[in-house]
Structure formats: C-alpha cells, structure tokens
C-alpha cells in the first residue's frame, strides 16, 4: 500500500517555472515505478512522466519534453516534477501515481495509486 500527497501547485506567468512534489508512504515506494498526469475539466487525465524504480529511466509526453523534468529521491521517499517554460495549455490538475513494479508505463491504467492532485494555473 502506498499514500501519495501532491504539493508545490500553484498560479504562475507563462515562461515560469514550478516544481511538484509528491510525498510517499509505505514500505514498498522504492520498488514502485512513479508517474504524473494531469487532468482539466471535462478531457480524460493525461500522462506527464513517468520514472523507474532506480531513477535511471524516464519517459516524457511529447508535450513536455525538453520543459519538464521528473526525479525521485528514494531515500526520503520523494517524487518531483520540476516545470519549466510553462505554457497556459499546461493549466490543469496535477496528479502523482504509483505503480507497483519497475516497468515504466503511461497508460493510467497500469497505476495502482494516486494522490489527490494538485492544481497549476498558468496565466497568459
């Protein structure tokens, strides 16, 4: 079992940057591959990132590669999505997931665990 806790949201200019965190409990976070996806009103929640177990493997969307960067820090049992560049389309609510396993994935549906996200507004 793992409880996942999003902060770090917030109301930024476009060109700004925010960083995400998302704060893990449980014996088995460091055996979980972690993801983001974010979700606005009325479209299905979308893949951000995703990163293994280990920290050495990551997967971006297309619309967020080269601006944002995921990280994990197992020892403090800590996922971060650090945003920059932000753009108004990356308004939405962000959510921190967890899934059970190393494979990195970016269905939602292979996540077993999700915070209860985090709102980013950017203004235009």
């Known amino acids: 079992q793992v409880q996942l806790v999003e902060s770090g949201g917030g109301l930024v200019q476009a060109g700004g940057s925010l960083r995400l965190s998302c704060a893990a409990s449980g014996r088995t976070f460091s055996s979980c591959a972690m993801g983001w996806f974010r979700q606005v009103p009325g479209k299905e929640r979308q893949f951000v990132a995703a990163i293994s177990w280990t920290g050495g493997t990551t997967v971006y969307a297309e619309s967020v590669k080269g601006r944002f960067t995921i990280s994990r820090d197992n020892a403090k049992n800590t996922v971060s999505l650090q945003m920059n560049a932000l753009k108004p389309e990356d308004t939405a609510v962000y959510y921190c997931?967890?899934?059970?396993?190393?494979?990195?994935?970016?269905?939602?549906?292979?996540?077993?665990?999700w915070g209860q996200g985090t709102q980013v507004t950017v203004s235009s």
């Open positions: 997931a967890a899934r059970s396993g190393s494979v990195v994935l970016t269905n939602r549906g292979a996540y077993d665990y």
